[in-house]
């Protein structure tokens, strides 16, 4: 009677012990996992656009100790000195990571993008001078086709591996035997694994036959091709600059008005939410949340306004100039026609980024955002013709111009384009008030910038020749009436 008793109650007992195992086991991997830790309430909207996530962690992000050892290991593979912050990057004295680097820990520690990346700028109005960051402001200096290089280029590395980033990471952090175990075993060969697969996505920004997005810029129409809707590489290349994304009240549909720099997105809504689902890199996790992102950033971009001009402005040459402006550019831009795209053959700029999209295009990415239950207007489902006249709130700030930004200052824009600069350098932020713009030639700006070469494809300074035989005051009064905008 007595051992079929006992057998039972061994058997309870281990199937108990075995429960509570797998139960810890099962909490311990959710915790070190999965599980989310959300993140910190910020102090300021400022604080939350700059640093807080949007949940790219989840798909797209990389596990904060090989991001932060990645840059000492391999120094040689970022473009100019000083670790992340050779890409261009701006990073605030204090802080562990760059402007638009977020950390966030979902089983552990990640770091992704958010939007503050390419849409924050900054400026010197001296050499000697701290930068001033501008949130909202285009990122100008940001070498963004290094970093995607950098981190593939790291993984294809045969020092990437569990050995070399642990003794790193051991030197580093101060992990706890899980975190090691999991760092050494799963982490890091599922991070190199993943990064691998991106050269494949990547592939267009090893040709040769394309120049250098260099600094402030992205070729924003193909990423979404190769990355949204997983298009074969085509032949067709256009990186533009990172725009400001301030006062996008501005911006009414109704009226006619498109976003992007070729008109191809019907309003803020749907561009905000198709560039949080391109720095996601998947369906969103909490569909509920993402919504509410997006709502808050749209609040935040619609209400920011431009910033006011630093330097002195002189009042009484300005007036004369608002009458030149009425005279030769507020037909496109104060006008019904202002946010709405003029054909190309009336403005004239290189055709490179409006070729790069096409209506199936538009047709397939919005597809993809439909299946995924988000509602929106989406991308314009419609051939390209040319590219929007632009606002021009802020637009001291947001040089270099045109488009894809070929044209280092307001004053050479007013030149015809065969005297405009052929060569200059991008990504250097002492601003010149002289010419409105950036400092572009000289030593400094060589040091810190990249080399555009308005010959190279996609590159063109033609076009846009409007303003350009006006006599010298005009053009002088002109510009200090643009930095009234
Ligand atoms: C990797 C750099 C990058 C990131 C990150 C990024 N953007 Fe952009 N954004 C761009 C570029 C480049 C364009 C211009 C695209 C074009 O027309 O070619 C752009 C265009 C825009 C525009 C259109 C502006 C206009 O006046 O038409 C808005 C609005 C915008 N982005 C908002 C956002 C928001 C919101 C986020 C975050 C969810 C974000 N962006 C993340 C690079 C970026
Ligand atoms: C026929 C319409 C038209 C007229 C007239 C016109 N523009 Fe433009 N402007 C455009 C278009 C379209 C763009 C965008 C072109 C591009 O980026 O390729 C643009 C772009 C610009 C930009 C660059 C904006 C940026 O964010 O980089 C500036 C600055 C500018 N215009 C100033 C002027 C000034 C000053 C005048 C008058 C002398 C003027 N425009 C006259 C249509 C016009």
């Known amino acids: 009677m007595a051992k079929p008793c006992n057998c039972r109650r061994w058997l309870l007992s281990i199937g108990i012990v075995v429960l509570v195992l797998a139960a810890v086991i099962g909490y311990i991997s959710w915790d070190r996992f999965f599980r989310d830790y959300g993140q910190p309430s910020?102090?300021?909207?400022?604080?939350?656009?700059?640093?807080?996530?949007?949940?790219?962690?989840?798909d797209a992000g990389i596990p904060y100790w090989i991001f932060y050892v990645l840059p000492r290991m391999f120094p040689e593979k970022i473009p100019k000195p000083g670790g992340l912050a050779g890409f261009g990057a701006n990073w605030e004295q204090g802080k562990e990571l760059p402007i638009g680097f977020t950390k966030r820990r979902i089983g552990f520690d990640r770091v992704a993008n958010n939007c503050a990346a390419c849409h924050v700028a900054s400026y010197r109005?001296?050499?000697?001078?701290?930068?001033?960051?501008?949130?909202?402001?285009?990122n100008h200096t940001l070498d963004l086709e290094a970093f995607f290089r950098f981190l593939v280029d790291c993984a294809?590395?045969?020092?990437?591996?569990?050995?070399?980033?642990?003794?790193?990471?051991?030197g580093a952090a101060q992990l706890d035997w899980i975190d090691r175990m999991a760092y050494r075993f799963l982490i890091i060969p599922i991070t190199k694994k993943?990064?691998?697969?991106?050269?494949?996505?990547?592939?267009w920004i090893y040709r040769h036959d394309f120049p250098e997005w260099g600094r402030g810029r992205d070729d924003a129409m193909n990423l979404t091709k190769y990355f949204m809707i997983r298009w074969k590489m085509d032949d067709t290349f256009g990186p533009t600059d990172m725009p400001s994304v301030w006062n996008l009240k501005k911006y009414k549909h109704e009226q006619g008005h498109r976003m992007n720099f070729a008109g191809d997105s019907n309003d803020a809504r749907s561009v905000v939410m198709d560039s949080a689902l391109g720095l996601l890199g998947a369906a969103p996790h909490d569909k509920d949340d993402f919504l509410k992102q997006v709502d808050w950033l749209l609040d935040y971009l619609g209400n920011t306004p431009a910033p006011k001009y630093p330097f002195a402005i002189d009042e009484a040459l300005a007036a004369k100039g608002k009458s030149v402006f009425d005279a030769n550019c507020m037909q496109c831009h104060a006008s019904v026609r202002t946010g709405t795209r003029i054909p190309l053959a009336e403005v004239g700029t290189d055709r490179g980024r409006m070729d790069t999209w096409s209506k199936q295009a538009a047709i397939e990415?919005?597809?993809?955002?439909?299946?995924?239950g988000l509602e929106r207007l989406g991308l314009v489902e419609e051939p390209l013709i040319g590219y929007v006249a632009q606002f021009l709130d802020g637009i001291w700030l947001r040089a270099p111009y045109l488009h894809h930004?070929?044209?280092?200052?307001?004053?050479?824009?007013?030149?015809?384009p065969g005297?405009?600069?052929?060569?200059?350098?991008?990504?250097?932020?002492?601003?010149?008030?002289?010419?409105?713009?950036?400092?572009?030639?000289?030593?400094?700006?060589?040091?810190?910038?990249?080399?555009?070469?308005?010959?190279?494809?996609?590159?063109?300074?033609?076009?846009?020749?409007?303003g350009t035989v006006l006599p010298e005051e005009d053009k002088n009064a002109l510009i200090e009436y643009l930095k009234t905008l």
């Open 419 to 466: 005297e405009r600069p052929q060569v200059f350098w991008r990504g250097y932020d002492v601003y010149d008030p002289a010419n409105v713009g950036f400092i572009t030639q000289g030593p400094e700006a060589e040091r810190a910038g990249t080399k555009y070469d308005t010959t190279l494809r996609g590159n063109g300074n033609m076009g846009h020749d409007f």
């Open 194 to 203: 993943r990064l691998l697969e991106r050269e494949g996505q990547f592939r």
């Open 125 to 138: 109005k001296a050499q000697d001078e701290n930068p001033v960051l501008v949130a909202t402001g285009p």
């Open 365 to 372: 990415s919005n597809k993809v955002v439909r299946d995924m």
């Open 156 to 170: 294809k590395d045969p020092r990437f591996n569990s050995d070399n980033l642990m003794s790193e990471i051991n």
């Open 405 to 416: 930004g070929s044209v280092p200052s307001l004053r050479d824009m007013l030149k015809p």
């Open 42 to 58: 910020f102090v300021s909207a400022e604080e939350r656009f700059k640093y807080g996530s949007i949940g790219a962690e989840f």
